[in-house]
């Protein structure tokens, strides 16, 4: 099975000169704690709930900061037609619980979550992904 039969496509996204405010609004609403940062179609980072609290509050920036001075810009992400368990796999290498999917063109065309993956992927890639994620931590990705 593909990540592409699993994941999310109507991604909610924001670009980088907006601001942490609106990202935070955005998350609050979706009801998730990150959104995909684009310039047009491709995608070019993600900001995290922890992000905004780590990176910007605990080190005095304001909710007017640009997303771009606060967004993680080395994302992890996925190819829309790699499987579900390789997606499973890195998901849980890179300890998250969303990852951002592309095509060939590194345009943003879904994500996929933990979710997804336990909602409606066959197999143990949910308890794959959760295992990594469950694992002590390094430094914040995204």
């Known amino acids: 099975m593909k990540i592409s039969d699993v994941m999310t496509r109507d991604v909610e996204t924001i670009a980088p000169d907006q601001t942490v ?10 009801d998730t704690g990150s959104i995909p940062v684009t310039d047009g179609d491709k995608l070019i980072g993600m900001i995290t709930d922890r992000d905004i ?23 992890v992400a996925v190819h829309h037609d790699e499987n579900v368990a390789d997606v499973a796999a890195k998901m849980g290498e890179a300890q998250v619980r969303r990852m951002p999917v ?12 933990l979710g997804d993956l336990s909602r409606q992927a066959e197999g143990d890639a949910a308890s794959e992904v959760l295992s990594g994620v469950s694992q002590k931590g390094g430094a914040h990705q995204q």
């Open 102 to 113: 592309i095509d060939g063109d590194q345009k943003l065309c879904g994500i996929v979550s």
């Open 53 to 75: 609290a780590v990176r910007g509050i605990a080190k005095g920036y304001g909710p007017d900061t640009l997303v771009r001075d606060l967004m993680t810009d080395d994302v």
């Open 21 to 30: 405010r609106e990202a935070a609004s955005f998350m609050v609403s979706a």
